[in-house]
């Protein structure tokens, strides 16, 4: 994770969902690939994604980046280095392909990492970007309850800096940032269970509330409306992810 921007998910909620894979968050990307490419990955967390652009890329040919070394693989084809997104520290016109997954939605300042992106590619390189949109996401059914608590949950987000809705708003800012054919494509996924969402909004509102007075009653409503959510019956959770390729 990188530094500017509100973790999205804890361990456990990531646990819940899963290894995170090239396969299933990174297809889009791949497609892109071809042997001998140079690949950097931005908030490449513990590089499970990462290590899926080797077979196509090469050995050597891929660099995860995160502002947290201690997730790096001891062991790994992949090369890892510890760094932020807003000052990479990677060679100006030396990139292919530059991917991002779960990113942007947590960052304080997109258009100045989307200046970084454009700085390290070559000229004809590449970004593809995975976004999440939370205005997109489908729960069923959609109570009040889940209603109020997702509020909260939002609140939490727009307060470290980050945007839930930022899926809604990458292509416009990729196309500000100078990047030239701009394709998206809504990709719906259930990451974790909808009770696993439940807890997990109901569990970080209830620690807002321990550490800050800040939103005091509306984070207070919103915790008792995650709990009665969770007490309740099961349902359906998909999120909206926004995939978005572009050339430099």
């Known amino acids: 994770m990188l530094?500017?921007?509100?973790?999205?998910?804890?361990?456990d909620a990531l646990s819940m969902m899963g290894a995170r894979t090239a396969s299933d968050r990174a297809a889009f990307a791949v497609r892109l690939l071809e042997p001998g490419m140079r690949v950097l990955d931005v908030g490449c967390g513990p590089g499970t994604i990462t290590t899926g652009f080797v077979p196509v890329a090469g050995a050597g040919r891929v660099l995860g980046v995160d502002q947290y070394p201690g997730q790096f693989p001891e062991e790994s084809t992949v090369d890892f280095v510890a760094g932020s997104a807003y000052a990479l520290p990677v060679v100006s016109?030396?990139?292919d392909l530059v991917f991002a997954h779960a990113l942007f939605e947590h960052l304080r300042d997109p258009a100045t990492v989307l200046r970084e992106f454009r700085r390290v590619l070559r000229p004809g390189g590449a970004i593809a970007l995975s976004t999440s949109d939370w205005s997109r996401a489908?729960?069923?059914p959609k109570t009040v309850n889940v209603v109020a608590a997702l509020r909260g949950h939002y609140l939490l987000r727009r307060r470290?800096?980050?945007?839930?809705?930022?899926?809604?708003h990458i292509a416009a800012q990729v196309?500000?940032?100078?990047f030239r054919d701009v394709k998206t494509h809504a990709r719906f996924r259930p990451d974790m269970g909808y009770r696993d969402l439940a807890?997990?909004?109901e569990t970080r509102l209830d620690a807002a509330l321990t550490e800050s007075s800040q939103d005091r009653d509306q984070l207070a409503s919103a915790a008792r409306s995650a709990w009665a959510w969770s007490h309740a019956g099961d349902g359906d959770f998909s999120q909206c992810w926004i995939e978005l390729t572009a050339s430099r």
């Open 3 to 11: 530094e500017g921007y509100a973790p999205g998910f804890s361990d």
């Open 138 to 140: 489908v729960l069923r």
């Open 160 to 168: 470290a800096g980050g945007d839930p809705f930022a899926g809604k």
């Open 175 to 178: 196309e500000r940032a100078g």
């Open 199 to 201: 807890r997990y909004v």
């Open 93 to 95: 016109e030396s990139i």
